[in-house]
């Protein structure tokens, strides 16, 4: 019976913390902790150019995808040639400019594929944060809801071929990073075989939400820079921890409160992980969450794995529950709901699985090559191909494409829900769709 009391009282606290999202903002990269999950009713399932409440033209390009705390929207885009980025607020509902700031920078390096706007802000009551990083300094950068500075933080320099990009988490009274960087002697190929870049200084940072003060930071083993974006579980015991993917560190948990390690399932990652990390509430009475996460390189993910998370407070070391050999997504991160995990794979293929064993139920593929993750809204899945058509699927028992609807310009960003109207963001555009017009 406790143990029951135990794993009710885990799906409560998972509720709090998000796991579902509700029906008004999305904070972060994926909405609530990350789930890519909404429960908006008044998505429609297909639609056409005459459908948008608003489209806007952005004044730079970039990949990250939007946030949205209450009639405020928070997006990035940045200029190829000068290297500056701006972080813009629109109204919402109309998708007027409420402010603008620009920040000047220089070229640097980065992945063909990566932007100088590529890490999504998150957002709360107070304001919005936003990555400002380069080689020359990891900085985090906070604003208040009319646009004025509140703090900046720079933490050190960047080391890592691909260009910065991870993005920033609020939790509570915290400002999470997730900066895990690169050692080049681990990639030949890119480095050369004999590099002269030292390899960067792994951490995880926890700074104050309203001063920018580090609250915590826990030093990482550095080997090949994840991009991927951590989330919250709640232990047994009731404590939520940070949970993040590595290639040094595997599956591990961080205390979210201390920064002091939880638990670490690792050597088992042998490349960079870029799809984040997501979490399946607990079904077994021991109220031990699953935490599921891909690694791999190229066009594809060599291997996902569904570990169940330790505890520290019962002597419980984290075990594998499940394992799919590649191809498995590598970019974009899967969608836990209902029992089942929902893979959208960077070849177009979309496959159903059971969550607690991993069998699949059904795999199908639809066209497009995809960086952008699927959101669950009312029961279909949504997704923008990197040709920037929107690809809607239905979440049951088999696979049904109900639609494909283009914007007309690539994407490799996320879809956001809130407040029923779904964002959509290509590389210079925004637009609306969803709800009641304004």
């Not at 802000?121 to 809801?145: K, M």
Request: charged share 20%; proline share 8%; glycine share 12%.
């Amino acid at each position: 019976m406790r143990g029951l009391l135990r794993a009710i009282s885990a799906c409560v606290l998972y509720a709090i913390l998000g796991a579902e999202a509700g029906p008004t903002d999305w904070p972060r990269f994926r909405g609530p902790n990350g789930t890519g999950i909404s429960d908006a009713k008044s998505i429609p399932a297909t639609w056409t150019g005459q459908d948008y409440h608003w489209k806007v033209t952005l004044p730079g390009a970039g990949h990250s995808s939007p946030v949205v705390w209450g009639n405020r929207l928070f997006v990035t885009c940045g200029d190829a040639k000068t290297a500056t980025r701006m972080l813009l607020c629109l109204d919402a509902a109309t998708g007027k400019t409420l402010w603008q700031r620009d920040f000047p920078g220089k070229p640097y390096r980065q992945h063909g594929d990566n932007a100088y706007a590529s890490a999504s802000p998150a957002a709360d009551a107070d304001g919005v944060v936003v990555s400002l990083s380069t080689p020359d300094a990891v900085a985090l950068a906070a604003f208040d809801n009319e646009g004025k500075d509140a703090w900046r933080r720079a933490l050190g320099p960047w080391v890592g071929n691909h260009g910065t990009g991870v993005s920033p988490i609020i939790e509570g009274d915290l400002v999470i990073l997730a900066n895990e960087q690169e050692d080049p002697k681990l990639i030949p190929s890119m480095y050369g075989p004999n590099p002269t870049t030292p390899a960067g200084k792994s951490s995880v940072v926890a700074l104050d939400r309203r001063t920018g003060e580090i609250r915590w930071q826990t030093d990482r083993t550095t080997k090949i820079a994840p991009y991927s974006t951590p989330c919250i579980a709640q232990s047994p015991d009731g404590r939520p921890e940070l949970v993040l993917s590595s290639m040094a560190h595997g599956l591990s948990a961080l205390d979210l409160a201390t920064g002091k390690p939880a638990w670490e399932f690792g050597n088992v990652f042998k490349d960079r992980c870029v799809g984040s990390p997501v979490i399946a509430a607990p079904a077994a009475a021991d109220g031990l969450p699953l935490a599921i996460a891909s690694y791999g390189a190229g066009t594809a993910g060599a291997l996902m794995v569904a570990v169940r998370a330790g505890s520290p407070a019962k002597g419980i070391e984290p075990t594998l529950a499940w394992q799919l050999k590649g191809p498995v997504p590598l970019v974009p991160t899967p969608v836990v709901k209902g029992g089942r995990i929902f893979l959208w794979f960077d070849n177009g293929t979309v496959a159903c699985h059971n969550v607690e064993t991993g069998e699949q139920v059904w795999r199908d593929k639809v066209p497009g090559a995809f960086y952008g993750s699927p959101v669950w809204v009312d029961g279909r899945l949504y997704c923008i191909a990197k040709n920037g058509d929107v690809f809607v699927v239905a979440a049951g028992d088999r696979f049904e494409l109900l639609a494909r609807v283009p914007l007309g310009e690539p994407s490799f960003a996320t879809p956001a829900v809130a407040n029923g109207v779904m964002y959509l963001r290509t590389r210079t555009q925004l637009f609306a769709l969803g709800g009641k017009k304004p």
